[in-house]
C-alpha cells in the first residue's frame, strides 16, 4: 500500500523532472542529426532538411505545438514559430530546405535557438533542476543567472520555509497553553473544548479561508470595527489581506489543531505527581514547570512542529486567495506549471527541490533532537 500510495508517485515525480521526451519523440529526424553534430551551431543543408521534414511530419500528426511549448521553456516565442513552420514546411516540395524556411523566418538562424534544439533532443536532462535554481543558459549553452527581475524561484523557496517555520512557531505558542489546558481540566469540561478543536475538521477548507477574506479585507468586519472606534480613518483602512499577513494569519488559524493534537496526546501522559514532587522540594511553580514538565513535552513539541511545517510548506489554496504576490509559496509556482503553463518537469523539479529541502530539515532534526522522541500519541 505505501509503495502504490506514497513511494511510487514520487518516484515518478524524480523521474519526470529530469525526463522530457516531447522534442525526441516528436522531431526524430533532427534529434539524431543534433547528436551526430553537437557542437555544430547553427547547421547547413543537412540540419535544415531533418529540421524541415521533421517539422512537416509535425504539422501532419500535430504535434508541431507541444514541441513549441518545450522550446517555448526557455526561448521565448518559439512556439509560433514552429507552429507556423510547420505550416511552411508542410508545403515545401523539395530543397533547398535552409533557404525555404530562412525565407520564412529569420528566427532559424538563431544560434540561441539551436542551443535550446540541442539540449531539448536529449531526452534526460537536469536543466529544469537549473530553471529552478533561477539558473538558465545563455546564447552560447553557458549556464549563467537569469536577468534579476526574473529570479523568482530561489526567493519563493527562502520566503516557504521561513513563513512556514514561522507559522509552526505561531502555531507552538498559541497551541501549548489550550494543549496544557486541555490536559488538565476535568473531564467533561475538556471534552467541550476538545469538540472546539475538532471542529475546523467538520467545515472546508475554502470556507475557512475566505471567512478570513471577510474578516480581513480593506472593507472588512476588522477594519469597519478599527475605523467605527476611531483607530483609524475611512481613508486610512490597514491592508491586511493578500499580502504576507493575511497569509500568516490564515494558515496559522488552519494549522493549529495538528499542533494542539501532538502536544494534548503527550501532556496527557505525564503524571501530575512529576509537578507535585517538584513543588515538594522546593521548586518554584516556574522552575517545576520549566526544569520538570516542559522537558517532557519536548516530544510532542517535536511532532507538531514538523508536521505543522510540513504541511505549511506545500499548502496550496490558502496563499493563492489569501497571499497576494508578497504571500505567494513555491507551491503557488508549482501549481501554476501543472495547471497553467504545462511545464510539468520543471514542475517536479520545484517539487522534488522542495522534497530534498525537508529531508535535509528531517535530517538534522534526527541528528539534534533525535526522531525515536518524537511522539504523535
Known amino acids: ?162 513563513l512556514s517555520g514561522l507559522i509552526a512557531v505561531l502555531c507552538l505558542l498559541l497551541g501549548f497553553p489550550v494543549a496544557h489546558l486541555l490536559a488538565h481540566l476535568p473531564l467533561r469540561y475538556s471534552n467541550l473544548l476538545m469538540i472546539l478543536v475538532l471542529l475546523p475538521f467538520w467545515t472546508s477548507l475554502l470556507v475557512r479561508t475566505t471567512s478570513w477574506i471577510t474578516l480581513l479585507q480593506s472593507q472588512g468586519v476588522l477594519n469597519d470595527l478599527m475605523v467605527a472606534t476611531g483607530i483609524v480613518g475611512d481613508d486610512g483602512r490597514i491592508q491586511l489581506m493578500y499580502n504576507q499577513f493575511g497569509t500568516i494569519i490564515a494558515m496559522t488559524h488552519i494549522l493549529l489543531p495538528f499542533m ?38 519536548v516530544p510532542g513539541i517535536g511532532a507538531g512542529c514538523l508536521l505543522v511545517f510540513i504541511l505549511a510548506i506545500g499548502y496550496y489554496i490558502t496563499p493563492a486567495l489569501v497571499g497576494g504576490s508578497t504571500g505567494e509559496l513555491i507551491s503557488n509556482q508549482i501549481a501554476f506549471h501543472m495547471q497553467s503553463s504545462l511545464n510539468w518537469s520543471l514542475a517536479a523539479a520545484l517539487g522534488a527541490i522542495l522534497l530534498f529541502g525537508v529531508l535535509i530539515l528531517y535530517w538534522l532534526y534526527d541528528r539534534l533532537i533525535g526522531i525515536d522522541n518524537m511522539k504523535f500519541g
Open 1 to 162: 500500500f505505501v509503495l502504490v500510495t506514497f513511494a511510487a508517485p514520487i518516484a515518478q515525480m524524480l523521474y519526470l523532472s529530469i525526463h522530457n521526451p516531447v522534442f525526441s519523440d516528436h522531431m526524430p529526424r533532427l534529434t539524431a542529426y543534433l547528436e551526430a553534430h553537437p557542437d555544430e551551431g547553427v547547421p547547413g543543408e543537412a540540419g535544415f532538411a531533418a529540421l524541415a521534414l521533421d517539422l512537416a511530419a509535425a504539422k501532419k500528426n500535430r504535434t508541431a505545438g507541444q514541441v513549441g511549448t518545450r522550446i517555448n521553456y526557455e526561448r521565448a516565442g518559439s512556439n509560433s514559430l514552429f507552429k507556423s513552420g510547420a505550416r511552411k514546411a508542410a508545403r515545401f516540395t523539395g530543397p533547398p530546405y535552409k533557404e525555404k524556411l530562412l525565407k520564412h523566418r529569420k528566427d532559424w538562424a538563431d544560434p540561441h535557438l539551436w542551443n535550446v534544439m540541442q539540449r531539448a533532443a536529449a531526452a534526460h536532462t537536469l536543466d529544469f533542476y537549473a530553471s529552478a535554481l533561477d539558473f538558465t543558459h545563455d546564447a552560447k549553452g553557458e549556464i549563467t543567472r537569469v536577468e534579476p527581475e526574473r529570479r523568482i524561484y530561489a526567493m519563493l523557496f527562502v520566503r516557504t520555509f521561513l
Open 260 to 297: 494542539i493534537l501532538p502536544l494534548y496526546s503527550v501532556m496527557k501522559t505525564i503524571p501530575p505527581s512529576y509537578m507535585r514532587a517538584a513543588r515538594s522540594l522546593g521548586a518554584t511553580p516556574i522552575t517545576a514547570f520549566v526544569r520538570v514538565y516542559f522537558p517532557l513535552t
